[in-house]
C-alpha cells in the first residue's frame, strides 16, 4: 500500500474508533458554548450552505479575530485552518533558491510546503537543556543569510510548550527586520499561554500572524483559520487564494459566535487544560527518570521525555493504543529527537487524564525495553 494510503488508513480508523481518547493532536474537547452549536445549527436550519461566503472571510469573523488578537490596522484574511494560511503564505512569498528558517523541533507541514516550492529550509535544534527548550535569538541571528525569506516561528513552540518572553520576541522582530525577512509567527497555542507577545505589534509591516480556531475553540474539524497581516500583504495573498470563495460558512459562523463568548468560556477550558497538566507532572515526578522538560507548558500539551527511563517514545505510544488512548510519538515532529519523547494534550476530559495517568507506571513498565517497530503516523 502506497504510505499516503497508509497514513489515510490509520486516521481513518482514529476517526471511527468509538470511545478513543484523543491525547495525541493538541484537539480541544471541551463541551462547546451553547451560542456556538446554535450559530451552526441555525445555518443549517435555514440552509445557508447554500451559498459561498465572501472570498476574505465574513466581515464580523474578520473583524472578532483582529480585536481578538489586538491588533489594529492590521487585515484578517480567513482561511480553511491555520495549515492552509501557512500553505497559501508559503506557496506566496518563497521560491527556488531562498531559504525558510524554523526550530527544531517545529511544526513540520510549513517546511514541507517551503521544500516544494524550491525554498531550501534550515533548522536550528532548541531541543535539550543546553537551549532551554528555546530559540535564543542570538542563534537565529547567526543562522541568517542573505538567502533568509521567511522565518517561521511557532510561539508557544508545539510540542515543547515554551513561549517566547517580551524580550525574544523583540530581538526576533528586530532581526528580520534587519534581514529584511518575512516573520512567520504561528500563533495556534497563543491562548493557552502564560505571557505571550505578538511580533506583529513591533514588526506590523512584515510579520504574518497565524490565527487557528482549532485549538481555544476546539472547532478542529470544522477547519477555519486566518492570516492576520499588513493590509498590502492581504492583498496581495487576495489575489490567488486557494479558498477564494470563500470558507466554510457553517465553520465561520461557529468561529464567530465563539468569538463572542470567548471571556466568558474560554477561561474554564484553561483551567481544566492546566488542572490536566498538573495531573499528568504528578504522575511523571513519581516514576523513575520519566522527566516532564517544561511545566508549566504555554500549549495544550506536554512532553514527556521517556528516553531517560529506557523507553522509545513509539512503545509507550503502542501500549496507550492498546487501551484506546492516542498520544504522539515525538519523530511525529522531529528526527534528530524523536526518539526522546511523547506528547500528549491536556484540553481534554479530565477522567481521560486520569485514566492516562493511572496507566502510566505499568505501561512504562511494559513498553521498557521494547524496540520493535511499530508503525506510527
Ligand atoms: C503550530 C501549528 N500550526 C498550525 C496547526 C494547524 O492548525 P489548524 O487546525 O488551524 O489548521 C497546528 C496543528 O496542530 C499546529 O500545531
Redesign the pocket.
Known amino acids: 500500500m502506497r504510505s499516503f494510503e497508509q497514513r489515510n488508513a490509520h486516521f481513518d480508523r482514529l476517526v471511527n474508533a468509538k470511545g478513543l481518547r484523543w491525547l495525541g493532536?493538541?484537539t480541544n474537547h471541551a463541551p462547546v458554548h451553547p451560542a456556538v452549536a446554535e450559530a451552526m445549527q441555525r445555518c443549517i436550519a435555514e440552509e445557508e450552505f447554500h451559498i459561498y461566503g465572501p472570498p476574505a472571510g465574513l466581515e464580523e469573523l474578520r473583524e472578532g479575530i483582529v480585536a481578538d488578537l489586538g491588533l489594529p490596522g492590521l487585515s484578517a484574511l480567513v482561511s480553511d485552518?491555520?495549515?492552509?494560511s501557512?500553505y497559501h503564505a508559503c506557496h506566496t512569498l518563497l521560491a527556488p533558491g531562498v531559504e525558510f528558517i524554523t526550530t527544531d523541533p517545529t511544526?513540520n507541514w510549513p517546511m514541507a510546503f517551503a521544500r516544494s516550492v524550491g525554498a531550501t529550509v534550515k533548522q536550528i535544534p532548541i531541543y535539550g537543556e543546553e537551549y532551554g527548550y528555546r530559540l535564543a535569538p542570538e542563534r537565529l541571528a547567526a543562522a541568517i543569510t542573505p538567502k533568509t525569506k521567511v522565518i517561521y516561528l511557532?510561539d508557544p513552540n508545539?510540542p515543547l510548550g515554551t513561549a517566547c518572553t517580551r524580550e525574544e520576541i523583540a530581538a526576533i522582530a528586530d532581526i528580520a527586520r534587519k534581514a529584511d525577512a518575512w516573520l512567520i509567527h504561528?500563533c495556534?497555542?497563543r491562548h493557552f499561554a502564560y505571557d505571550h507577545t505578538l511580533a506583529a505589534t513591533l514588526y506590523p509591516e512584515k510579520t504574518i500572524t497565524?490565527y487557528?480556531?482549532?485549538?481555544w475553540l476546539g472547532l478542529?474539524g470544522l477547519?477555519?483559520?486566518a492570516i492576520v497581516a499588513h493590509p498590502d500583504l492581504v492583498e496581495r495573498l487576495a489575489v490567488a487564494p486557494p479558498n477564494n470563495l470563500g470558507s466554510s460558512i457553517l465553520s465561520q459562523r461557529a468561529a464567530a459566535a465563539g468569538i463572542k463568548v470567548k471571556a466568558q468560556w474560554f477561561p474554564q477550558v484553561l483551567e481544566l487544560t492546566r488542572a490536566n497538566q498538573k495531573l499528568i507532572k504528578d504522575a511523571v515526578d513519581g516514576i523513575d527518570n520519566l522527566k516532564m522538560p517544561v511545566f508549566p507548558s504555554s500549549g495544550n500539551f506536554v512532553v514527556i521525555e521517556t528516553a531517560g527511563a529506557g523507553v522509545s517514545p513509539e512503545a509507550l505510544v503502542a501500549e496507550y493504543q492498546k487501551h484506546n488512548i492516542m498520544i504522539r510519538q515525538g519523530a511525529y515532529h522531529t528526527p534528530s529527537f524523536g526518539d526522546r519523547f511523547v506528547k500528549v494534550s491536556t484540553s481534554v476530559p479530565a477522567e481521560w487524564v486520569e485514566e492516562f495517568v493511572a496507566l502510566l507506571p505499568d505501561l512504562v513498565e511494559r513498553a521498557r525495553g521494547n524496540n520493535e517497530p511499530v508503525k506510527l503516523f
Open positions: 493532536q493538541n485552518g491555520a495549515v492552509a501557512l511544526w511557532v508545539n504561528d495556534t497555542y497565524i487557528s480556531f482549532s485549538k478542529a477547519r477555519v483559520g
